[in-house]
């Protein structure tokens, strides 16, 4: 069993920065590609980014030029880096690790996922 962790989440004003991290338990981490999601009040949960386990990535459109995934295999850790942050960015982001099956594929929906975290909220005020 994988257990995946969150953390990084807060508030900020519009124009402003944060990371987030995803730590997941495990000695093949470096197998995982790992996605994060997020889900505002009232909205479905949405592919925000992803890394796959050879450091491909992906964005949502709205995201690209302004979020940075990357991830830190010594430290069983994924990034998302998020700046120039605006108030449609307001949600709970979830960080998600794939089954480890997949060589190096590129996954951007929720259901392609199977180890999830708890979720970290991120609100940001205009």
């Known amino acids: 069993q994988v257990h995946v962790a969150e953390s990084g989440g807060g508030s900020v004003q519009a124009g402003g920065s944060l990371t987030l991290s995803c730590a997941a338990s495990?000695?093949?981490?470096?197998?995982?590609?790992t996605g994060w999601f997020r889900q505002a009040p009232g909205e479905e949960r949405e592919f925000v980014a992803t890394?796959?386990?050879?450091?491909?990535?992906d964005y949502r459109d709205s995201v690209k030029g302004r979020f940075t995934i990357s991830r830190d295999n010594a430290k069983n850790t994924v990034y998302l880096q998020m700046n120039s942050l605006k108030p449609e960015d307001t949600a709970v982001y979830y960080c998600?690790?794939?089954?480890?099956?997949?060589?190096?594929?590129?996954?951007?929906?929720?259901?392609?996922?199977?180890?999830w975290g708890q979720g970290t909220q991120v609100t940001v005020s205009s």
């Open positions: 890394i796959s386990s050879r450091s491909g990535t």
């Open positions: 998600a690790l794939d089954s480890g099956q997949y060589s190096n594929a590129i996954l951007t929906r929720a259901t392609e996922y199977k180890y």
């Open positions: 495990g000695h093949t981490f470096w197998r995982y590609g």
